[in-house]
Antibody, heavy 122, light 108 residues
Framework: QVQLQESGPGLVKPSQTLSLTCGVSGDSISSGTYYWSWIRQHPMRGLEWVGHIFRTGRTYYNPSLQSRLVISIDTSQNLFSLSLNSVTAADTAIYYC??????????????WGQGTPVTVSS | SYVLTQPPSVSVAPGTTARLTCGDSDIGTTGVQWYQQKPGQAPVLVMYYDSDRPSGIPERFSGSNSDNTATLTITRVEAGDEAVYFCQVWDSSVDHVVFGGGTKLTVL
């Protein structure tokens, strides 16, 4: 069974960098054929795709976040990470990591972490 | 690009059929996914590529997509189906995932 677990600080000050990590178990990032994704959900609102990454480092980013966003991958540790700089209150959300289930074809998200809440506040 | 429109809420009685819609003028040209999210939980994939059901999802859940509307149909609705349902597509013109705003399904 594939499991994902987000970790990182729950509170980030405005203008600083939000950094989160997603540990994966039950699947090998280094040998698999899947992309790995970050998705966020603002309080009481819908879902927003952040971006995703392949084991080779190939990335796709949400254009609205691209200038502030880096998603990286560590195949040796079987984890991937998110770094979002210059954060504001608008970045306050629950951040989920997820596996992109499609090996080929349009992506969908078949396994999700439990989510980690991040608040941007001074 | 896609702008997925979902009604904010749908209410049905137990044992009846719920039809949740996701609209866009071009939605018929791409595959649509559906996620179920219960309070305090992560979303769960309940349908992909319009009408494919992941393992573990009951046969009561089915999907369709034609013209300008994708539909998730839940037959014999149960209290446990009460949740928010999101639709999702991949916009290949800009390599971007798009989610709908979600529909809260209330079981009366």
């Amino acid at each position: 069974q594939v499991q994902l677990q987000e970790s990182g600080p729950g509170l980030v000050k405005p203008s600083q960098t939000l950094s989160l990590t997603c540990g994966v178990s039950g699947d090998s990032i280094s040998s698999g054929t899947y992309y790995w994704s970050w998705i966020r959900q603002h309080p009481m609102r819908g879902l927003e795709w952040v971006g995703h990454i392949f084991r080779t480092g190939r990335t796709y980013y949400n254009p609205s976040l691209q200038s502030r966003l880096v998603i990286s991958i560590d195949t040796s540790q079987n984890l991937f990470s998110l770094s979002l700089n210059s954060v504001t209150a608008a970045d306050t959300a629950i951040y989920y990591c997820a596996r992109v289930g499609a090996v080929a074809g349009p992506p969908y998200f078949d396994y999700w972490g439990q989510g980690t809440p991040v608040t941007v506040s001074s | 690009s896609y702008v997925l429109t979902q009604p904010p809420s749908v209410s049905v009685a137990p044992g009846t059929t719920a039809r949740l819609t996701c609209g866009d003028s071009d939605i018929g040209t791409t595959g649509v996914q559906w996620y179920q999210q219960k309070p305090g939980q992560a979303p769960v994939l309940v349908m992909y590529y319009d009408s494919d059901r992941p393992s573990g999802i009951p046969e009561r859940f089915s999907g369709s997509n034609s013209d300008n509307t994708a539909t998730l149909t839940i037959t014999r609705v149960e209290a446990g189906d009460e949740a928010v349902y999101f639709c999702q597509v991949w916009d290949s013109s800009v390599d971007h995932v798009v989610f709908g705003g979600g529909t809260k399904l209330t079981v009366l």
